[in-house]
């Protein structure tokens, strides 16, 4: 049974067969998803998603693409939503310096924002870190937050070392079977596997085959699979070490 620590099923991707597609998971061995957050109205869509669906839960947030438009009320928004007996985390939240759709300047602001908040109310976060890795890690650092994910993980061996002595969590998706992502794979390597969760990004980042596609929690076995191969561990202690990994974090 897989647990899928970050996904986006409010995305309009899934509008057509979101109520079908999310039904048949329990069938197909997905026992858990975590759906994560861009902006206050992304956020409230994921806190019904969880109040829909047993097995889901939400974590509230605004992600850096969007900070430009964030403001004050938006921040009470996210504590008033966080308070939800579903919701595990604060996220996503963090720096996109690939992209820079918001100025770096409120991508900062707003990143320290929302960290005081999980500071404040003892939740983990999920962390997006995109060509800001170094600033990323010592705003985090700063903040006294001491658990979470980083979500999607694209840095160093090392700096993934550094987040795991400070108590987080290493976020591996579907890039890892992209070819030619020696990184993450040394990531991977090196790192115990009781530090690592999977996820799928869905609707984004679906694993080789499927690579192009729209992704789903369906997909997570490619991931699983990858990670056993690179551990030589098999399949199934995979699943289960990396579920109780994402239960400790999140449920308890």
Not at 50 to 73: C, D, I, L, R
Not at 110 to 135: C, G, N, T, Y
Not at 242 to 250: D, E, G, H, M, S
Request: aromatic fraction near 10%; charged fraction near 30%.
């Amino acid at each position: 049974m897989y647990f899928d620590s970050h996904a986006h099923y409010d995305d309009e991707r899934f509008d057509d067969d979101r109520n079908e597609l999310l039904a048949s998971f329990p069938d197909e061995g997905i026992e858990n998803v975590v759906n994560s957050s861009s902006n206050v109205a992304s956020s409230k869509a994921s806190v019904a998603l969880a109040e829909k669906y047993p097995f889901f839960y939400a974590s509230v947030g605004v992600h850096p693409h969007e900070v430009e438009k964030m403001t004050e009320q938006d921040l009470l928004e996210l504590e008033t939503l966080s308070k939800h007996e579903k919701v595990v985390a604060i996220g996503e939240i963090g720096l996109d310096f690939y992209y820079d759709l918001s100025p770096r300047d409120m991508q900062r602001y707003w990143f320290k924002r929302q960290l005081e908040l999980a500071e404040r109310l003892d939740m983990p976060i999920i962390v997006h870190s995109r060509d800001a890795a170094q600033e990323c890690f010592d705003i985090i650092k700063a903040s006294g937050v001491r658990k979470g994910v980083i979500h999607c993980y694209s840095g160093s061996a090392q700096m993934a070392k550094d987040y795991i002595d400070m108590g987080f969590y290493i976020g591996i998706g579907g890039s890892l079977t992209f070819k030619n992502n020696k990184k993450t794979v040394e990531v991977v390597e090196q790192i115990p596997i009781e530090k690592i969760l999977i996820e799928t990004d869905a609707p984004y980042l679906a694993p080789v085959p499927y690579r192009g596609r729209r992704n789903d929690s369906r997909l997570l076995k490619y991931v699983v699979e990858a990670i056993g191969k690179i551990k030589n561990m098999d399949e199934n202690d995979v699943c289960n070490i990396t579920k109780i990994n994402a239960n400790r974090l999140f449920i308890k």
